[in-house]
Nanobody, 114 residues
Framework: QAQVVESGGGLVQPGGALILSCTISGYAFAPYTMTWYRQPPGQERELVAQITTPDGGASYAESVKGRFTISRDDDKRTIYLQMNEMKPEDTAMYFC???????WGQGTQVTVPS
C-alpha cells in the first residue's frame, strides 16, 4: 500500500532543534526530487525545502535558510529535515512529498511557543 509517513514532530523551545523523518513507500523514490512543506495554523501550505538527486543539491525557503537542512537516504526511502535555531513562526504541520506530488501523509506537528 502506498504511504507517506512523517514523524519526529513535537514541542521545542525557541532556539532549540528538532529532526523530522519521512518514509515514502509504494511510490518510486529515487531519482525524484523530495520536498518538505509546512502549513501554519490558518495559512496555506508552503514549500520549505527540496533536495534533488543524484548530487543531493538542496534549496530552501528564505525563512529557513541557514537554519534547516534537508537530506535523503535512498536506501531507506527516507528524507530528513534537521531544524535548528527554531522560532515560534516555525510552528506548523510539516509534510513531505515528491516531485511530482503523490498522496499526502498525515503530517507531523511542530510547535515552538512564543
Amino acid at each position: 500500500q502506498a504511504q507517506v509517513v512523517e514523524s519526529g514532530g513535537g514541542l521545542v523551545q525557541p532556539g532549540g532543534a528538532l529532526i523530522l523523518s519521512c518514509t515514502i513507500s509504494g511510490y518510486a523514490f529515487a531519482p525524484y526530487t523530495m520536498t518538505w512543506y509546512r502549513q501554519p495554523p490558518g495559512q496555506e501550505r508552503e514549500l520549505v525545502a527540496q533536495i534533488t538527486t543524484p548530487d543531493g543539491g538542496a534549496s530552501y525557503a528564505e525563512s529557513v535558510k541557514g537554519r534547516f537542512t534537508i537530506s535523503r537516504d535512498d536506501d531507506k526511502r527516507t528524507i530528513y529535515l534537521q531544524m535548528n535555531e527554531m522560532k515560534p513562526e516555525d510552528t506548523a504541520m510539516y509534510f513531505c512529498n515528491r516531485v511530482p506530488v503523490v498522496t499526502w501523509g498525515q503530517g507531523t506537528q511542530v510547535t515552538v511557543p512564543s
